[in-house]
């Protein structure tokens, strides 16, 4: 069978087992059509007698129209996910003064949100890892959705902090929960990437955050300058860009790495013909298998030998052909079972597979096993060092990002020259009201993000990941040492425009990083478990940039642009670096 691309006309050269024969498709059909021609027997048994792996079809596929697609669902929900968290530095300031609440009140609105999100980082990723990259992103969407739009309703109708403020709190609880989730978008939209794109288009996503940014931003003129509603509504259509999510989720596949981990990769296989048929390109010939197997079938082969075909027989076998020696049978059965879950399952539990209440135990237990499991994977001896490097990076990214959004907003609502004389020893009431102006310059400040991911696009594959990250946090470290000077308004956002440029640029590069550096059976517990780490970090910033920063302005700024030159250094002592290295799907890092 000719492995040249096909006319884009709807059906698409695929190729697979004898019994399986050619496939044709049209349009959304993925029927199996046999075509049993006897003068192609040959040309089909060839075809048989090789193996790729989802990483070799990724590879051959490129980047088209099926990445396309994959994108604006990713993009969506990262506009979404910024939106909401945008609000936060607009909504705290607006109840405040309209609850009466104290700085501590303050600052609970903002960390409630990040506690859900330590949560939902968590969780989101094992869902992600257990039930599928496609069906946990539909759940933690619905969440987020549900509790933006119930955040909206206007409970109390007087200025009383109850029942208002307790609700307030758990519905941006809530939706904590499920934007803590959303990262998990980055781990789906990585494994449909080559790796020579993958760098950059995992950077470019940054693009949609700084958009989302830039909107909250507007949307808070829109409702609270120029309509002059109340931030209900700012609540209620910051969710829009949820909904719009939804009709993705009837078009996109599940990602083709998480079927193979599974060992469907029957399923596997129809979504890598799916690809091909958007990017209108043929997949690999062979049979489908994953990386570690490919690898251990070569490793298994004498040094001297050369390798004519490695051919999967009817029985389950696999014939290793060999020019200098005969045919080596090795017994699929004899391998051990790919990383799904790592338990094995012992004589006396299949025994209570017999009754119903032992299965539901068995159920339990490995359940727990397999969670245990897998957070265990992420320390073992291969990979403790990078796991534990990146908890602190993650935590700090979290802690400077949400923290110069945070204090923006305090800085911009205040008189804006030598901060000591203005920021009281004040733990109750401290109200001032954002006007028009500071509005703008929060607009500004959130477009500083999008100079940030073009500088991050550039050097991320020139340089590499780690270095990348060495430099962003050490000019991010620089921009906070500069708000020490006492200066004018317009100077001061200068320098909040810089830091809030370097520290999205810096956070994006880790994102690029950590999916990679990760194997498939772990990536999305890997991103969830560090997007929790990242959450503390969140969760305590608010007490910085909000509370500490009324006592003493000078000592905020030295927490912020010292932990840069910390997280720079860690960066540097990361072990692996990931330019231009293949995603693994299981195994060592």
Same mark, same amino acid.
């Given at each position: 069978m ?5 006319a884009?006309?709807?059906e698409?050269?695929v190729?697979? =087992?004898?019994e399986?024969g ?29 193996v790729?792996t ?12 099926f ?10 929900i990262? #506009?979404?996910?910024?939106?909401e968290?945008m609000?936060l ?9 309209q609850?009466?609440l104290?700085?501590?009140e ?6 409630? #949100? ?7 980082g ?14 946990g992103?539909?759940?933690?969407d ?9 955040s909206?309703?206007p ?8 029942p208002?403020?307790?609700?307030l709190?758990l519905?941006r ?5 499920g934007?803590?989730?959303?990262a ?6 990585a494994?449909?990437l ?5 760098g950059?288009?995992i950077?470019?996503l940054?693009?949609?955050?700084a958009?989302?940014s ?6 808070a ?15 209620g ?11 993705f989720?009837?078009l996109i596949?599940?990602s083709?790495?998480?079927?193979v ?22 997949i690999p ?17 004498p040094a ?10 009817q ?20 391998e051990?079972p790919?990383?799904?879950? *790592? ?14 209440? *032992?299965?539901k135990?068995?159920?339990i ?21 990078? =796991?534990?490097?990146?908890?602190f ?6 802690w ?41 310059g ?7 993000e ?25 000019m ?7 708000l ?6 317009? #100077? ?9 440029a370097?520290?999205? *640029?810096v ?10 550096v990760?194997?498939t059976?772990?990536r ?6 560090? &997007? ?19 006592r003493?302005?000078?000592a ?14 860690l960066?540097?002592?990361?072990p692996?670096? &990931?330019?231009g290295?293949s ?7």
């Amino acid at each position: 069978m000719s492995d040249t691309k096909p006319a884009c006309t709807g059906e698409v050269a695929v190729s697979g =087992t004898p019994e399986e024969g050619r496939y044709s498709t049209t349009g959304d059909d993925y029927e199996v059509k046999e075509l049993l021609v006897e003068e192609e027997a040959e040309e089909e048994s060839a075809k048989d007698s090789q193996v790729y792996t989802v990483e070799d079809a990724v590879e051959k596929l490129g980047f088209g129209t099926f990445q396309i697609v994959v994108t604006i669902f990713s993009g969506l929900i990262w #506009v979404a996910d910024a939106m909401e968290l945008m609000l936060l530095s607009v909504l705290s300031p607006l109840v405040k003064c309209q609850w009466n609440l104290t700085d501590v009140e303050e600052a609970m609105i903002t960390t409630v #949100v990040f506690i859900g999100f330590l949560i939902g980082g968590l969780s989101g990723g094992i869902l992600c890892d257990k039930i599928g990259r496609k069906m946990g992103l539909l759940i933690i969407d619905l969440i987020i959705l549900i509790f933006g739009i119930l955040s909206a309703i206007p409970v109390s109708s007087d200025d009383s902090k109850i029942p208002g403020y307790p609700w307030l709190l758990l519905c941006r609880f809530g939706l904590g929960i499920g934007a803590g989730g959303a990262a998990q978008a980055v781990t789906y939209y990585a494994e449909f990437l080559p790796k020579k794109t993958r760098g950059v288009a995992i950077t470019l996503l940054e693009v949609w955050w700084a958009i989302g940014s830039i909107f909250g931003a507007l949307l808070a003129i829109l409702v609270m300058v120029v309509l002059r509603q109340t931030w209900h509504l700012y609540l209620g259509l910051a969710a829009i860009p949820l909904a719009l999510v939804l009709p993705f989720f009837l078009l996109i596949p599940e990602s083709a790495r998480f079927y193979v981990v599974q060992g469907k990769t029957a399923k596997a296989e129809r979504v890598i013909k799916r690809i091909a048929w958007f990017n209108c390109r043929s997949i690999p010939k062979g049979r489908l298998v994953t990386v570690e197997e490919k690898e251990k079938l070569m490793a298994e082969l004498p040094a001297d030998s050369e390798v004519d075909s490695v051919r999967w027989s009817q029985d389950g076998t696999i014939n290793i052909t060999r020019s200098h020696s005969a045919d080596a049978t090795v017994s699929q059965s004899e391998e051990k079972p790919l990383l799904d879950g *790592g338990e094995q399952t012992t004589d006396d539990e299949n025994a209570e597979q017999f009754s119903v209440k *032992g299965e539901k135990i068995m159920k339990i237990k490995n359940a727990l096993k397999n969670q245990l499991f897998i957070l265990g994977n992420l320390f073992r001896n291969d990979m403790w060092k990078t =796991t534990g490097l990146l908890i602190f990076i993650w935590f700090g990214c979290a802690w400077l990002y949400y923290g110069i959004v945070l204090l923006t907003t305090q800085f911009l609502k205040y008189d804006k020259h030598c901060y000591s004389n203005v920021f009281g020893d004040n733990t109750t009431v401290n109200c001032t009201e954002l006007d028009a102006g500071d509005y703008w310059g929060i607009t500004w400040t959130a477009a500083a993000e999008l100079p940030g991911i073009l500088l991050t696009l550039v050097i991320i594959e020139l340089l590499g990941r780690k270095k990348t990250m060495f430099i962003e946090f050490i000019m991010t470290g620089l921009g906070f040492f500069l708000l020490f000077i006492c200066t004018k308004e317009v #100077v001061v956002t200068v320098f909040l425009f810089i830091i809030r440029a370097f520290a999205s *640029g810096v956070f994006q590069a880790v994102y690029v990083y950590t999916p990679e550096v990760y194997p498939t059976s772990i990536r999305g517990a890997s991103l969830g478990f560090h &997007t929790a780490a990242a959450r503390i970090g969140a969760m305590i910033t608010p007490f910085v940039a909000q509370v500490l920063l009324k006592r003493s302005d000078y000592a905020t700024i030295s927490l912020y642009g010292g932990s840069c030159v910390v997280l720079a250094v860690l960066a540097l002592l990361l072990p692996i670096e &990931t330019k231009g290295r293949s995603m693994k799907d299981s195994g060592a890092g």
